[in-house]
């Protein structure tokens, strides 16, 4: 990781957050902001082109993420609130470049991205004051960007120095959601079946809270949570951090 | 995978020993036509006779060609993941010969005239009440007992005159050394050194992808296959065969025969995306670990091979016309990636198959590509990109959920598959977009 | 069939495969322990997998071993009578009378009934040992051949405390395996066993039920 603190960095919201979970995302700028690092938003983003590299669709995603390239040109950190969509832009994009003219281009973008967990707590050193009353939560590690990110210790660093957050792990904290992106659809039972050994584990540990730096399973948890009428809700780590600790 | 934990209790020891298998197994790759050699002349040197199968058919044909030459009709088998790709069982049979399991999983599945739904427990999803009744009903002589111990003497018992009377015995390979020219096996049960030592003769089984260069290649994967297989740290017996009985022997085979399978791997190796797929050394652990094998189980797969490691070689094998679907039957959560001991990149290779089976293109190797696609999600997708590379459009579309949102309700397709176990996902009242704008924030 | 091996090699040498990174051996061969603690070790490894031990000095074993099979109530033993402690063995049955000695001095073919219906128990020597994993090296021979250790359902194991390895790498460096091996040679780590009826472990299935170890 970089060693310093940047002037500014650019913001890439992802979709998921842009369309379903906006306030992850300024919750997300707003931390970095208090940070005194400059957050530059490009107002053409869209989205990082997972869901059509992940079907095998290679050339439409490669059009799209041409487009963000773009939209990021200066040498500053790109830092993205999604552990899935880090992952895509940081490892997949040199990939799906490969043997193209924009491979290169493609390498050094991919070396500037970072997850908005990790940027916080590697990069920016940040400390929280716990200003919210007492609560418990619990946390759902996301497959991507604990496997293709390294995500595990970061969140759990940044909720740990809240100091009126219990945190309740979950029994099966590290297996998948179901989601998938397409899997979901394709194989519904299967899907079902896994975020509902999700939801059960999450109501096991009696936090009102389920936490995730991962917008796409927070849709699938809670959408799945809320079927079941069940009382636990979903929340970005991006938005809780910020909320538990922005001045009143 | 609590106990396959327990095995490996020091990350650093584990990321250590993964790396050493990785670099065995992708060095058996990158010299392969050349170990494969030096495995066929050390083996005949010592005795054994090699043969070479292309396809399924060829090595059935060749296995009962060996089967006739001494009028064998009754034969016991070791476990055997290539004998499955074979069908060799049933191929037997239609030919008259008996071909008796021997592996107590493997025995009880035949039994019931079933598959194997794990290639390393291959009666996991039986009940041991089921398995008492089907003992009870096909064993003569045999009670109804549900106690572990007393079904196992009873196959224990069937299985000894078995091994005594076999005309010949079949095995897979482990691992294969061109070093040496040596066939190891690995077991718990002792049903393979019977099958392999007794029986006049013995013909061994694997896919042209089980050679590791040396000897001394064998240990660090023997350590990481039992450990992941089973979650012990060695197996009962390591079987290391090296040619039929030798001079002034008093027992073991007089003849040993090793056919070397194709069926489809060269055509992987010939891939660089896809031949890690080839680095397998069929542990296990990769289904153990994976949320989707563990809730439906092997047979839901239909194939030979299940699981993640199921996933990439079926299609590979079969091709993607057949099994187009199979690459998707997968969250690509990574927890494959996570545990195999020879770091195959599982979830890359089944993008990649994803990829080659939505389109044919010219530069797309792998069999039957374009076999999966559909004209429906081609336009799904089509729209998809008009969607996201143009901010305007993209607005449009956005703008359009806000307002089509009430009514999406989960009437057909993946909408209504979405809304089986979960409500519809609700568009915000302003996006991020809008919030970015109101702040003020630098848009470059 | 030399046109599917020229076929199947031919298409795996028009290939030009990557260069695989060098193999780093040292995580394995860091493993290694003092001589009292190689016993301990394996000791402790095979009797978790239900081995069972006897204690013996060079001199005691022959007479240990006699005493053991009498009262485990064998009457009838296999074992190699071309071996030195296969001779000692058969010396201190002479003297007392029991068990039977049977000597597998013959091809199969002319024991094979005796073998699997009339023997009680196998004994053999054993060449080597690995403290890692608690296992024994057995190397058939003329003298020792293989199904002594493999049908009889008590296998009893003649094993000298020095000849105890640190791990399966090291006897096979050690010892020069590369160099050429017997038709077959067998690692042993305990009874025979599976977890096959409802990942319930149940020992004795195909091979030998119990594994007694003698230590000299």
Redesign the interface.
């Known amino acids: 990781m970089t060693a310093g603190k940047p002037e500014a960095v650019y ?1 890439f ?1 992802t ?1 998921v ?7 992850a ?2 919750g997300g ?1 707003e931390l970095l902001q208090r940070e005194g690092v ?10 990082c ?1 997972q ?8 050339e ?1 995603a490669r ?2 993420a041409r ?1 963000q390239m773009a939209l990021f040109p ?1 040498p500053l950190p790109v830092v993205v609130p999604s552990g899935s969509c880090a992952g895509m832009m940081k490892h997949h994009y040199p990939d799906l470049f490969e043997g193209t003219p924009e491979h290169a281009m493609a390498v050094a973008f991919a070396s500037r991205v970072h997850e908005l967990t990790q940027f916080l707590v590697d990069v920016l050193g940040v400390r929280l004051t716990d200003r919210g009353g007492k609560t418990t939560v619990t946390w759902h590690s996301s ?2 960007g ?3 990110m390294g995500l595990e210790t970061e969140p759990k660093a940044l909720l740990a120095q809240l100091s009126n957050v219990t945190v309740v792990p979950l029994e099966r904290e ?3 959601c ?19 050994d999700k939801i059960a584990d999450v109501a096991s540990t009696g936090a009102p809270t389920v936490l995730s730096a991962d917008a796409a399973c927070l ?2 948890i809670g ?2 949570l ?2 079941a009428g069940a009382a636990a809700r979903p929340m970005h780590l991006a938005e809780f951090l910020w909320q538990r600790t922005r001045e009143r | 995978m609590a106990k396959r934990a327990a095995q490996f209790p020091d990350p650093a ?1 584990w990321d ?2 993964r ?2 298998a ?3 197994r ?2 058996t ?2 010299k ?2 050349a170990l ?2 030096a495995l066929e002349a050390r083996c005949s040197a ?2 054994i006779r090699v ?4 396809t399924v058919d ?1 090595a059935n044909q ?1 296995v009962l060609g060996i089967l006739r030459a001494h009028g064998a009709t009754r034969l016991v088998k070791g476990k055997s993941m290539v004998s499955e790709e074979m069908h060799l069982n049933d191929f037997l049979e239609e030919n008259g010969v008996e071909s008796l399991e ?4 493997e025995y ?1 599945i035949q039994l019931d005239g079933e598959t194997p739904s794990h290639i390393i ?4 999803h ?3 009440q089921q ?1 008492a009744r089907l003992f009870g009903e096909k064993i003569r002589g045999a009670e109804y007992t549900e106690d ?2 007393a ?3 009873t ?2 018992r069937v ?2 005159r078995k ?2 009377e076999a005309e010949a015995g079949i095995s897979g390979v482990n691992i294969a050394v061109a ?2 020219g ?1 066939l190891l096996l690995v077991e ?4 393979g ?2 099958s392999t ?2 029986p006049p003769v013995h013909i061994a089984l694997m896919g ?1 992808e089980k050679v590791v260069e ?7 994967i ?2 990481v296959l039992t450990r992941s297989a ?1 979650g012990q ?20 085979p007089a003849e040993v025969h090793l056919v ?1 399978l ?1 069926n489809g791997r ?2 992987i ?2 891939d ?1 995306e896809v ?1 890690a797929t080839l680095r397998c050394i069929r542990c296990g652990a990769c289904m153990n670990h994976c ?2 094998y563990t ?2 189980g092997g047979h839901a797969y239909e194939a030979v091979y299940p699981g993640p490691i199921g996933s990439i070689l079926t299609p590979q094998t079969e091709g993607l016309a057949g099994r187009h679907d199979l690459p ?8 494959c ?2 545990v195999c001991p020879v770091k195959i990149p599982i979830t890359q290779i089944l ?8 389109r044919a293109a010219p530069e797309f190797k792998v069999k039957g590509a374009g076999g999966g696609r559909d004209r429906l ?1 081609d336009l799904a ?2 729209g ?2 008009m ?3 143009s ?1 305007l459009l ?1 607005k449009a579309m ?1 703008l359009s ?1 806000r307002v089509l949102g009430p009514f999406l309700k989960g009437g057909a ?2 909408l209504r ?12 009242p ?8 109101e ?1 003020g ?4 | ?1 030399p046109d ?2 020229e ?3 031919g ?5 030009k ?12 061969e860091a493993k290694t322990w003092s001589p009292a603690a190689r016993l301990e070790r394996l000791r402790a ?1 095979m009797v978790a ?1 239900r081995t069972e031990f006897l204690d013996a000095t060079a001199e005691s074993w022959p007479e240990t071993v006699r005493a053991f099979l009498v009262t485990q109530g064998a009457r009838r033993v296999a074992y190699g009578p071309g071996t030195a402690a296969g001779r000692l063995l058969a010396a201190a049955c002479a003297r007392a009378g029991a068990p039977a000695l049977v000597p ?5 073919e002319a ?2 009934t005796t073998l ?1 219906d009339d023997v009680d128990a196998g004994f053999t020597t054993v060449r080597s040992a690995i403290a ?4 024994l090296v057995l190397w ?3 003298e020792e ?3 002594l250790s ?1 049908v009889p359902p008590l296998h009893v194991a003649l094993l000298s405390a020095a000849t105890i390895r640190d ?3 090291s006897v ?2 050690d010892e020069g ?2 160099r ?21 472990l ?7 039920k119990r594994l007694v170890v003698v230590l000299v």
């Open positions: 913001f919201g979709c957050v842009d369309l379903f979970f906006p306030e995302g300024l700028i400059r957050v530059v938003f490009p107002r053409g983003q869209t989205c082109a869901p059509a590299f992940n079907c095998g669709y290679h439409e059009a799209v487009a200066k497959c991507h604990l496997r293709e590290r297996e998948c179901g989601f998938g992106g397409t899997f979901s659809v394709r194989y519904p039972d299967i899907s079902a079946a896994m975020v509902a849709l699938n959408g799945a809320e079927k | 020891e250590a020993l790396a050493l990785a670099s065995i992708a060095r790759l990158s392969l036509p494969l050699e010592n005795g043969h070479w199968a292309e060829d060749i021997s592996d107590l999983g009880i427990m291959p009666a996991i039986k009940s041991r398995i572990v111990d079904l196992t003497a196959a224990r299985l000894r091994f005594f070093e040496t040596t718990n049960e002792g049903n050194r019977m030592h007794v042209i040396k000897l001394e290649d064998v240990a660090p023997l350590t089973t740290p060695v197996s009962t017996y390591l079987n290391l065969i090296g040619g039929p009985r030798g001079p002034g022997e008093k027992d073991g070397i194709d060269s055509r190796f010939a660089e031949a949320p989707v809730r439906v998707h039957a997968s969250s690509l959560c990574h927890a990636v996570e993008v990649t198959l994803r990829k080659e089976s939505a999600e997708w089509a998809w990109r969607a996201h590379v901010p993209y956005g959920l397709g993946p598959a979405w809304t089986q176990a979960r409500t519809m996902p609700r568009r915000a302003r996006t991020l977009h809008d919030f970015a704008r702040k924030l630098p848009d470059a | 069939m599917a091996r076929r199947i090699l298409r795996l040498r028009a290939v495969p990557s260069a695989a990174p060098a193999s780093d051996f040292s995580v394995v490894a997998v597998y001095d013959r091809p199969v024991l094979k699997f890692d994993t608690g296992t058939p021979s003329p051949p293989r199904l493999l791990t399966l790498l096979l460096r395996w590369a050429g091996l017997p038709p077959n040679v067998v690692l042993v780590s305990g009874p025979s066993k599976t977890a096959d009826i409802e990942q319930t149940a020992y004795g299935v195909h091979g030998p």
